[in-house]
């Protein structure tokens, strides 16, 4: 029996399963698959594809009981488990800014990791390519970015990698590659060569695909930026983003340090039901079915995108529970120790596309403050906000 059974492994799933365990409850998070973070940018947005601002986001999921502590709390908790993660996020929530993607369009965000930067308005700007990697083409980027910032000056070009490969290289493969300090040294010197071979003596921003190493990250941004002597920054795009592997991998790691009980491959096909309580859900694996028993549970599987909804011609229907829900995916009879995380909340909350990071932060921080698992919070920030206050 554990304190805490968290069904999904996406961002909302990881992260609640995290802050759960460090408020001292015992954990177990079940999960089908990886979720959605791997095929994102890695970038926590508001509301994606928009300059929407929390009160949009807070409006248009008509979300009750976010005062600004919870939001403070929230934000302050995720970006300093990413201090301690090794994997740094700089950016507001109060101000978006607005950051390149690998179409050379701009896409407006609020927390990002260090080795992506905000695009200025003005100054002179280099787009770098690589020969192998076929879906980051700088000639393109370059024309959108102009379109978008015309007082840029914008230069670009493609260098090699010099790297074997029996397959299409994509930018992951490129950001493992780079993690090779010798690997490293010859592309940042073909790339010093290749500037002044064009006559390019200086620049105020370097753009890259998501190339900048998993793990070790720091390393590959320190050397391209310090050897370049300019701002460096990811252009996230297509999938997969190096900047959102580092993401999943270190959220998943840190779920395996803190003893976090993991059934991966697992999934859950029902739940035993009391009048108004989950008792223990039925598990599914390659081998054989078994019943977890919590004390509560927590749903982040992702809605229609994630799996944890489907979508009929009139109807949705709760694929892992079995609950009863309406037409817009809402919950018709709440339990008392079941949780909603991220876009498992239904249609409202896709309503514009798919949820944000910063939804699936909030949401997961949210349901961990609330329930006041078995310790006392920590924390001043935590102290402060009870859950007579939500
Ligand atoms: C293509 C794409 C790009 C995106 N890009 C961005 C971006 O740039 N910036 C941004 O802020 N957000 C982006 N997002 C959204 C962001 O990743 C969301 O925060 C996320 O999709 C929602 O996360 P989640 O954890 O709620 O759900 P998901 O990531 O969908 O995770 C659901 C989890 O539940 C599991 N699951 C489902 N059913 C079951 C079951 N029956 N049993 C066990 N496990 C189950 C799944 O296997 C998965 O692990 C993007 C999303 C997509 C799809």
């Given at each position: 029996?554990?304190?805490?059974?968290?069904i999904g492994q996406g961002l909302t799933g990881m992260l609640s399963a995290i802050w759960t365990k460090e408020e001292g409850a015992s954990v177990a998070i079940i999960s089908q698959g990886t979720g959605r973070i791997l095929q994102s940018t890695g970038v926590m947005d508001i509301l994606p594809g928009t300059e929407g601002t929390m009160n949009d986001l807070i409006r248009k999921y008509q979300i009750k009981g976010w005062n600004s502590l919870l939001v403070e709390g929230g934000i302050d908790r995720f970006k300093t488990l990413m201090v301690q993660l090794g994997n740094p996020y700089q950016g507001s929530i109060e101000q978006p800014v607005e950051i390149v993607t690998g179409s050379g369009f701009l896409k407006s965000t609020a927390l990002y990791p260090t080795t992506v930067s905000p695009i200025p308005h003005k100054g002179h700007v280099v787009v770098v390519g690589f020969q192998e990697i076929t879906d980051f083409q700088p000639s393109y980027v370059a024309e959108?970015?102009?379109s978008e910032r015309p007082e840029l000056t914008i230069d670009h070009f493609s260098i090699s990698l010099e790297q074997r490969s029996h397959r299409t290289m994509t930018q992951l493969d490129a950001a493992r590659l780079l993690e090779q300090k010798e690997v490293r040294n010859q592309v940042i010197q073909r790339l010093k060569d290749k500037m002044k071979e064009s006559s390019i003596?200086?620049?105020d921003l370097v753009i890259l695909p998501s190339v900048l190493g998993v793990i070790g990250w720091e390393s590959v941004w320190k050397d391209f930026k310090?050897?370049?002597d300019t701002t460096i920054t990811e252009a996230v795009g297509m999938p997969p983003n190096a900047t959102a592997i580092r993401l999943h991998e270190q959220l998943h790691r840190e779920t395996t340090r803190?003893?976090?009980?993991?059934?991966?491959?697992?999934?859950?096909?029902?739940?035993?039901?009391?009048?108004q309580t989950i008792?223990?859900?039925?598990?599914?694996?390659?081998?054989?079915?078994?019943e977890i028993k919590g004390t509560s549970f927590v749903l982040a599987t992702g809605g229609i995108l994630g799996g944890g909804m489907e979508k009929m011609a009139s109807s949705i229907t709760e694929t892992t529970l079995g609950l009863e829900v309406d037409q817009e995916g809402n919950l018709i009879n709440p339990y008392d120790n079941l949780y909603l995380v991220g876009a498992s909340q239904g249609l409202r909350v896709t309503s514009h596309g798919i949820t944000g990071g910063i939804f699936s932060i909030l949401s997961s921080y949210e349901t961990v403050i609330k329930n006041n698992y078995r310790q006392p919070l920590g924390g001043e920030q935590h102290d402060k906000l009870t859950r007579h206050q939500l």
């Amino acid at each position: 029996m554990y304190d805490v059974v968290v069904i999904g492994q996406g961002l909302t799933g990881m992260l609640s399963a995290i802050w759960t365990k460090e408020e001292g409850a015992s954990v177990a998070i079940i999960s089908q698959g990886t979720g959605r973070i791997l095929q994102s940018t890695g970038v926590m947005d508001i509301l994606p594809g928009t300059e929407g601002t929390m009160n949009d986001l807070i409006r248009k999921y008509q979300i009750k009981g976010w005062n600004s502590l919870l939001v403070e709390g929230g934000i302050d908790r995720f970006k300093t488990l990413m201090v301690q993660l090794g994997n740094p996020y700089q950016g507001s929530i109060e101000q978006p800014v607005e950051i390149v993607t690998g179409s050379g369009f701009l896409k407006s965000t609020a927390l990002y990791p260090t080795t992506v930067s905000p695009i200025p308005h003005k100054g002179h700007v280099v787009v770098v390519g690589f020969q192998e990697i076929t879906d980051f083409q700088p000639s393109y980027v370059a024309e959108n970015l102009a379109s978008e910032r015309p007082e840029l000056t914008i230069d670009h070009f493609s260098i090699s990698l010099e790297q074997r490969s029996h397959r299409t290289m994509t930018q992951l493969d490129a950001a493992r590659l780079l993690e090779q300090k010798e690997v490293r040294n010859q592309v940042i010197q073909r790339l010093k060569d290749k500037m002044k071979e064009s006559s390019i003596h200086k620049s105020d921003l370097v753009i890259l695909p998501s190339v900048l190493g998993v793990i070790g990250w720091e390393s590959v941004w320190k050397d391209f930026k310090n050897q370049l002597d300019t701002t460096i920054t990811e252009a996230v795009g297509m999938p997969p983003n190096a900047t959102a592997i580092r993401l999943h991998e270190q959220l998943h790691r840190e779920t395996t340090r803190l003893g976090v009980r993991q059934y991966l491959n697992s999934k859950v096909v029902g739940s035993k039901q009391g009048k108004q309580t989950i008792e223990s859900v039925m598990v599914r694996n390659a081998n054989h079915t078994i019943e977890i028993k919590g004390t509560s549970f927590v749903l982040a599987t992702g809605g229609i995108l994630g799996g944890g909804m489907e979508k009929m011609a009139s109807s949705i229907t709760e694929t892992t529970l079995g609950l009863e829900v309406d037409q817009e995916g809402n919950l018709i009879n709440p339990y008392d120790n079941l949780y909603l995380v991220g876009a498992s909340q239904g249609l409202r909350v896709t309503s514009h596309g798919i949820t944000g990071g910063i939804f699936s932060i909030l949401s997961s921080y949210e349901t961990v403050i609330k329930n006041n698992y078995r310790q006392p919070l920590g924390g001043e920030q935590h102290d402060k906000l009870t859950r007579h206050q939500l």
